[in-house]
């Protein structure tokens, strides 16, 4: 019987995360399995805690067993707290990377550096001839896994024979930059240096410690020698390669694959089982070793020698596909022609499949209120390039409190899937579920936010549409309550844009949001050039005609989320929430070409022209009065300037 196996991690971003997860994908590959990757972030930042409806996804009664990346959660909070947010998981087969979480019936894997430093501390000494031993560290964030890499440092220093001098620990918190701050800060000169080896708790730091320690003016390895943890990438490729640790990541996912599988299907495990590393001794510390696992994969992987080559054209295509899917977001599109665009957009290499899950009605998401997963949500669109399926005007409902998705859209075959919230600012519309046959894990969840923006704005373009047909039915117009006839009052008969009352409700909303979100914008206002001359030589109502032409072009320049709204007469303001104030140069570039553009579509017997003043918005200056009075200032300055050149 298929298995339904969890993988839930804080952010799939990171070397760790991308080796661990090809070795667990390894394993399941020959394996009837439905590999579902969650990827949950903590924090209070919104897109952080809309992450985590991952977790309650999690929860549901389909999963057969979780492997939780412990040591990126608890990089980021404490064991109690990460306890607390895993408590509704049903399952009790739960396998933690790194740290026995107090979890009853959980197993864990773990890491012991004790072997491994003492071997480097010896190498450094027998081989090299070092005595005094300094130690980037990031133990001032929390990290178990940091203090336990310290603690096994000092104690490999002791048993070589050694005192290790407290000074010549730095804290690097994991950050090259902290690394890098924390050699220059106390070392002001190359004579000042009071260590000949240096060992890193990652390779970053090591990297940042290189860069210090030559910035003085000394040399490695030929003065200090330089270890790392973690052996990434550029360790194995840079044009000085690292020592470092190699904690054989993709091995500890193999295992705990494993594990989680003989636990899922009833076998027994311990409750702790330990994880290999070991020592890699490359041109840092002075050896030669040339070993990079990175160079024979892609050598297997592509049969072919000039790397650089194959990573620039796979690079090349990636950023293609995701120039091709921003472009989406330009584009006014309702849910149904998205949906029905899919298949074009999908990149097969990487997502053959989609599943866009939705509920029937938004989730309002804040740090106040505690994450409720709906009892009902509706598959909207179901996308297989694999399986030859597409299907966009679906609307089966399920519970996705017991189901992640219904059985069927899994697909026959056992597969690895990822999942990814829609949403937009603090409402959340539903999440996606798509296949992947990739494990370029981060352009897949680079796409998938992308997509969930792309969703979530034509999720707003549809309902506005609904709203505005609605407001034009004669017949429900006789039927509205209060509620709705308060809603007619905000839009402009002329324009169907807000009007000042519009502006002043919505506007100051939206400028209330992009605050709490910690971001600026900009308040704009505008008016047409020589309307009273259109007035008086071509009529009022060309007059009408060119203010809802000039409607039509800010609704054009300007996106769906931005606020636009008639004062009266041919004035017009506004609201841009996210935009830097340095932009409004391209702003109004587009606003003139628009300009040309629309008089020229329309034939109109003069050229439309507008002033444009805007403002910025910030948490000191957000008074939206007193901004639109400020923005009407810059505007008649441009209207003066604009005139003058006229005559």
């Known amino acids: 019987m298929k298995k339904n196996i969890v993988v839930l991690a804080s952010e799939i971003s990171n070397d760790y995360s991308f080796s661990v997860l090809d070795g667990i994908t390894n394993f399941f590959a020959d394996k009837d399995v439905n590999l ?50 895993l408590g509704g998981i049903k399952t009790k087969n739960i396998l933690s990377l790194s740290t026995q979480l107090p979890i009853k019936g959980s197993a864990s894997t773990y890491v012991s550096c004790d072997e491994a430093y003492d071997t480097i501390i010896k190498h450094l000494k027998e081989e090299h001839g070092c005595k005094r031993f300094a130690f980037m560290s990031a133990t001032a964030t929390g990290s178990e896994e940091a203090r336990e890499r310290f603690e096994s440092f000092k104690k490999a220093v002791k048993n070589n024979g050694f005192e290790f001098d407290e000074n010549l620990k730095f804290e690097g918190y994991f950050v090259y930059d902290r690394a890098l701050n924390a050699i ?87 409750e702790k089982t330990p994880m290999k590393i070991r020592p890699i001794f490359r041109k840092s510390c002075g050896c030669t070793g040339t070993e990079s696992e990175f160079v024979d994969k892609m050598l297997k992987h592509t049969g072919n020698r000039n790397i650089s080559v194959t990573l620039h054209l796979e690079k090349n295509m990636i950023q293609q596909n995701i120039y091709y899917l921003l472009e989406n977001l330009q584009n006014e599109m309702t849910l149904e022609m998205l949906f029905d665009s899919l298949d074009s957009i999908l990149p097969e290499r990487y997502i053959p499949g989609i599943a866009v899950c939705m509920y029937e009605n938004p989730l309002h998401v804040s740090e106040k209120e505690k994450i409720v997963l709906p009892k009902k949500a509706i598959i909207r669109a179901h996308v297989d390039k694999e399986y030859k399926i597409k299907e966009t005007t679906l609307h089966e409902a399920f519970n996705p409190r017991k189901k992640i998705l219904p059985d069927e859209y899994f697909g026959d075959k056992p597969g690895v899937y990822l999942t990814h919230p829609i949403f937009f600012g603090h409402k959340q519309y539903g999440y996606i579920v798509c296949r992947t046959v990739s494990t370029e894990y981060l352009f897949t969840m680079i796409y998938l936010k992308t997509f969930s923006t792309i969703i979530s704005q034509s999720y707003i373009y549809t309902v506005q549409l609904e709203e505005n047909a609605k407001l034009t039915s004669e017949n429900l117009m006789l039927q509205m309550d209060n509620t709705e006839l308060n809603q007619i009052s905000m839009y402009d008969s002329l324009t169907g844009v807000l009007n000042r009352r519009g502006l002043m409700v919505m506007g100051a909303e939206s400028m209330n949001l992009s605050l709490k979100m910690g971001t600026t914008g900009v308040i704009f206002f505008a008016d047409m050039d020589f309307l009273k001359k259109i007035n008086d030589e071509y009529g009022h109502d060309m007059g009408d005609i060119a203010i809802k032409l000039e409607a039509k072009i800010f609704r054009t320049v300007f996106r769906q989320n931005d606020i636009i709204a008639r004062l009266g007469g041919d004035e017009f303001a506004g609201i841009i929430p996210g935009l830097p104030i340095t932009h409004i140069d391209k702003i109004k570039a587009k606003i003139k070409e628009e300009c040309k553009k629309v008089s020229e579509e329309n034939k109109l017997p003069f050229e439309i022209s507008i002033s444009f003043g805007a403002v910025e918005f910030n948490k000191e200056n957000h008074n939206l009065e007193a901004l639109i009075k400020l923005a009407d200032k810059e505007q008649y300055s441009s209207k003066r300037r604009h005139h003058m050149n006229r005559k």
């Open 36 to 85: 579902i990757i969650i990827s949950a972030r903590v924090g209070e930042h919104i897109a952080e805690l809309h992450s985590q409806i991952g977790i309650k996804l999690a929860e549901c009664d389909q999963i057969d067993g979780i492997i939780v990346f412990s040591a990126i959660f608890l990089s980021r909070m404490p064991v109690k707290s990460l306890t607390k947010l």
């Open 184 to 270: 220059q800060e106390k070392y002001k000169k190359k004579e000042d240096i009071d260590f000949d080896a240096l060992l890193a708790a990652n390779d970053m730091m090591a990297f940042a410690s290189i860069r210090a320690i030559e910035a003085l003016g000394l040399k490695v390895p030929e003065d200090v020698k330089v270890i790392g943890f973690d052996d990434i990438i550029q360790a194995q490729t840079a044009e000085l390669t690292l020592s470092t640790i190699n904690q054989q990541m993709e091995e500890q996912g193999k295992e705990a694959a494993k594990l989680i599988w003989d636990r899922a299907n009833g076998i027994e495990i311990p």
